[in-house]
């Protein structure tokens, strides 16, 4: 009996291995991206999965073996070909290398040479055949990976946020390409963080919520779901809504410690001799030993770091409304804002507390006064913002910045005295910030420089690279964030 299954993923859990050592040689991971995600797909099939980026470049890396899982596993005997944009906007090779590269993996030779003839009949690919693929648009790179699909000889495609690298015309090209490869029984991924192409492409739904399947079935009962839960999600009026909104979603891929799967390296390439040792075990035995041996000096000195009067007094409870507090940052977003007197600068990061009736109340520097929220952008570093890269931002800030933004890098994190030995066209300084002469602004606290702002353009191509569908964007950086301010067209870059 043929099996008409290509591919099974049975509760696939992955999480991303932890930045500090200790935490390495521990076993612990950084995040929780994936948790107990099972999906089947079959030939002509369409399966269409929603989610942000960052779960699903997680999740293309481990469909197709290029990530080890911490649970699970992936299924299949069919050959598989997997397709992103943002793997290629960095690869030197010319665009005729990297075809045939990339065809000779699914065909013999005689058919790679015919597939080349066929695409060089494009007008991209006569255009463009040696031309490096970091010098190819975003579109451009869509384009080329939409034909190339067409000619390979492969049981699977993954197209991974393809959709949104396309205009209007290409759209109905990769309309016509997924349901060729349907006819052909073809087992489609398509991976998108937006419902439209799903919608339009897919003919069954799978959808991601914080790692995990919140909706598995038809595509027209899904998105009617998607669309409450998006129509819920845009009522959301303050931070203390936000923070309690799809709660128990957010725990369950946070809350590391209630997690049932020990994270365990499964990997051999990933242990090395210090792995064959219980870590563990080692540690606690040392700890316990040294606080053996600290007793026994304090027993033996007679030492009592008790106090007579310790044991009559009451503890002391922090008040009611205190024990509450929630603290998290504010960006300032209005020119004009002045706080008892004093004026804050632009872009400025202040600390704020748990909002009263739709305004801010900011805690910082001596200040404890409320704020219209229309003049403070909210911001928690602990949010799962999309992840990127400055370098992938550039293009969407003001030449400015971008073309010189290693130079204005550097000064981040470090004294005020360093920026005024370097740069002497600064024309206006505080303690708070400093202003150029040029419209880049540094924000400084405790004479230590935090932050930068500069002006920001192509914001509406931005908005459709990154599927972004609020005006203001906060993206999560490797080293840092970026945040906007639509109205005002301008950046912030925090680099921590």
Same mark, same amino acid.
């Given at each position: 009996?043929?099996?008409?299954?290509?591919?099974?993923?049975?509760?696939?859990?992955?999480?991303?291995?932890?930045?500090?050592?200790?935490?390495?040689?521990?076993?612990?991971?950084?995040?929780?991206?994936?948790?107990?995600?099972?999906?089947?797909?079959?030939?002509?099939?369409?399966?269409?999965?929603?989610?942000?980026?960052?779960?699903?470049?997680?999740?293309?890396?481990?469909?197709?073996?290029?990530?080890?899982?911490?649970?699970?596993?992936?299924? #299949?005997?069919?050959?598989?070909?997997?397709?992103?944009?943002?793997?290629?906007?960095?690869?030197?090779?010319?665009?005729?290398? &990297?075809?045939?590269?990339?065809?000779?993996?699914?065909?013999?030779?005689?058919?790679?040479?015919?597939?080349?003839?066929?695409?060089?009949?494009?007008?991209?690919?006569?255009?463009?055949?040696?031309?490096?693929?970091?010098?190819?648009?975003?579109?451009?790179?869509?384009?080329?990976?939409?034909?190339?699909?067409?000619?390979?000889?492969?049981?699977?495609?993954?197209?991974?946020?393809?959709?949104?690298?396309?205009?209007?015309?290409?759209?109905?090209?990769?309309?016509?390409?997924?349901?060729?490869?349907?006819?052909?029984?073809?087992?489609?991924?398509?991976?998108?963080?937006?419902?439209?192409?799903?919608?339009?492409?897919?003919?069954?739904?799978?959808?991601?919520?914080?790692?995990?399947?919140?909706?598995?079935?038809?595509?027209?009962?899904?998105?009617?779901?998607?669309?409450?839960?998006?129509?819920?999600?845009?009522?959301?009026?303050?931070?203390?809504?936000?923070?309690?909104?799809?709660?128990?979603?957010?725990?369950?891929?946070?809350?590391?410690?209630?997690?049932?799967?020990?994270?365990?390296?499964?990997?051999?390439?990933?242990?090395?001799?210090?792995?064959?040792?219980?870590?563990?075990?080692?540690?606690?035995?040392?700890?316990?030993?040294?606080?053996?041996?600290?007793?026994?000096?304090?027993? &033996?000195?007679?030492?009592?770091?008790?106090?007579?009067?310790?044991?009559?007094?009451?503890?002391?409870?922090?008040?009611?409304?205190?024990?509450?507090?929630?603290?998290?940052?504010?960006?300032?977003?209005?020119?004009?804002?002045?706080?008892?007197?004093?004026?804050?600068?632009?872009?400025?990061?202040?600390?704020?507390?748990?909002?009263?009736?739709?305004?801010?109340?900011?805690?910082?520097?001596?200040?404890?006064?409320?704020?219209?929220?229309?003049?403070?952008?909210?911001?928690?570093?602990?949010?799962?913002?999309?992840?990127? #890269?400055?370098?992938?931002?550039?293009?969407?800030?003001?030449? #400015?910045?971008?073309?010189?933004?290693?130079?204005?890098?550097?000064?981040?994190?470090?004294?005020?005295?360093?920026?005024?030995?370097?740069?002497?066209?600064?024309?206006?300084?505080?303690?708070?910030?400093?202003?150029?002469?040029?419209?880049?602004?540094?924000?400084?606290?405790?004479?230590?420089?935090?932050?930068?702002? &500069?002006?920001?353009?192509?914001?509406?191509?931005?908005?459709?690279?990154?599927?972004? #569908?609020?005006?203001?964007?906060?993206?999560?950086?490797?080293?840092?964030?970026?945040?906007?301010?639509?109205?005002?067209?301008?950046?912030?870059?925090?680099?921590?």
């Amino acid at each position: 009996m043929e099996n008409i299954i290509l591919l099974r993923a049975l509760e696939l859990t992955y999480a991303k291995e932890a930045s500090k050592f200790i935490d390495r040689m521990l076993g612990r991971s950084e995040g929780l991206i994936l948790k107990d995600v099972t999906f089947h797909l079959y030939k002509g099939e369409v399966l269409g999965i929603l989610s942000d980026y960052r779960t699903l470049h997680y999740l293309k890396e481990v469909v197709n073996g290029t990530l080890d899982l911490k649970k699970g596993k992936v299924k #299949t005997a069919s050959s598989m070909l997997s397709l992103d944009v943002l793997d290629h906007v960095d690869n030197p090779h010319p665009l005729d290398i &990297f075809t045939r590269e990339l065809l000779e993996e699914f065909m013999d030779v005689e058919g790679v040479r015919k597939a080349e003839e066929r695409l060089l009949e494009l007008p991209l690919f006569r255009k463009h055949q040696y031309t490096a693929m970091n010098n190819l648009t975003r579109r451009e790179l869509a384009l080329v990976l939409l034909e190339i699909s067409k000619q390979a000889n492969t049981d699977i495609v993954i197209y991974c946020n393809m959709y949104h690298h396309l205009d209007k015309q290409d759209k109905e090209v990769f309309k016509e390409t997924i349901n060729a490869l349907e006819a052909a029984e073809k087992g489609v991924l398509l991976l998108e963080s937006g419902i439209e192409p799903i919608q339009t492409l897919a003919n069954y739904f799978l959808w991601l919520s914080y790692g995990q399947i919140r909706y598995d079935g038809s595509v027209r009962e899904g998105v009617l779901e998607y669309g409450a839960y998006e129509k819920k999600k845009s009522q959301i009026k303050n931070m203390g809504e936000e923070a309690q909104f799809d709660i128990e979603w957010k725990r369950n891929i946070e809350d590391y410690g209630r997690y049932e799967h020990g994270f365990k390296r499964m990997s051999r390439n990933q242990s090395g001799l210090i792995d064959q040792f219980n870590v563990q075990k080692i540690i606690i035995s040392v700890v316990l030993l040294f606080v053996m041996f600290m007793s026994s000096i304090i027993i &033996f000195m007679d030492i009592s770091f008790t106090d007579s009067r310790a044991a009559t007094e009451e503890p002391v409870a922090l008040p009611e409304d205190e024990e509450s507090e929630r603290f998290a940052y504010g960006i300032n977003t209005d020119p004009d804002l002045e706080l008892e007197g004093e004026s804050i600068p632009y872009m400025y990061l202040l600390e704020i507390s748990s909002d009263r009736e739709g305004d801010y109340r900011i805690v910082e520097d001596g200040l404890d006064v409320e704020v219209d929220a229309s003049s403070i952008l909210y911001f928690n570093p602990a949010s799962l913002y999309p992840e990127t #890269t400055l370098v992938e931002l550039l293009p969407y800030t003001a030449d #400015t910045f971008g073309g010189s933004y290693l130079f204005y890098k550097k000064f981040l994190n470090g004294g005020v005295s360093l920026l005024n030995d370097e740069v002497d066209t600064i024309t206006e300084q505080t303690d708070r910030y400093a202003r150029l002469g040029v419209p880049i602004t540094y924000h400084i606290k405790d004479d230590v420089v935090f932050s930068v702002s &500069f002006p920001a353009e192509n914001i509406e191509e931005m908005y459709k690279e990154f599927g972004v #569908t609020e005006e203001d964007a906060i993206f999560r950086l490797p080293e840092g964030y970026m945040i906007l301010d639509a109205s005002n067209e301008t950046w912030l870059y925090i680099n921590r």
